[in-house]
């Protein structure tokens, strides 16, 4: 059974960081590219990163490039989402899922892509 466990949210100030995991089991992690995604109160969920396993590539949204890194750890079957100089505007409800493919592909930031999901995690930045 494929698991995602999101985790690492909370309340932070705008400028400041967060480090969120996403901790995979029950499928072989090298198969599958990994992607986080967002959803803010009365808006649609959001493609923020992906990171594809077939060749380390890695995406992200505009409005987040030069700001969030996205990585994996294949030993920990973990992928990691840094995010830094976070402004209230990132706040939201944020969830890792798992495509039915190695690699992140053109379409990555649609939630569709993505064949599984994890709970999601809060981030709230303050102003």
């Known amino acids: 059974e494929v698991q995602l466990q999101a985790s690492g949210g909370g309340l932070v100030q705008a400028g400041g960081s967060l480090r969120l995991s996403c901790a995979a089991s029950g499928f072989t992690f090298d198969d599958y590219a990994i992607g986080w995604f967002r959803q803010a109160p009365g808006k649609e969920r959001e493609g923020v990163s992906c990171i594809s396993s077939s060749d380390g590539s890695t995406y992200y949204a505009d409005s987040v490039k030069g700001r969030f890194t996205i990585s994996s750890d294949n030993a920990k079957n973990t992928v990691y989402l840094q995010m830094n100089s976070l402004k209230p505007e990132d706040t939201a409800v944020y969830y890792c899922?798992?495509?039915?493919?190695?690699?992140?592909?053109?379409?990555?930031?649609?939630?569709?892509?993505?064949?599984?999901w994890g709970q999601g995690t809060l981030v709230t930045v303050s102003s």
């Open positions: 899922a798992a495509a039915d493919d190695p690699s992140c592909g053109s379409s990555w930031y649609k939630a569709e892509t993505m064949g599984y």
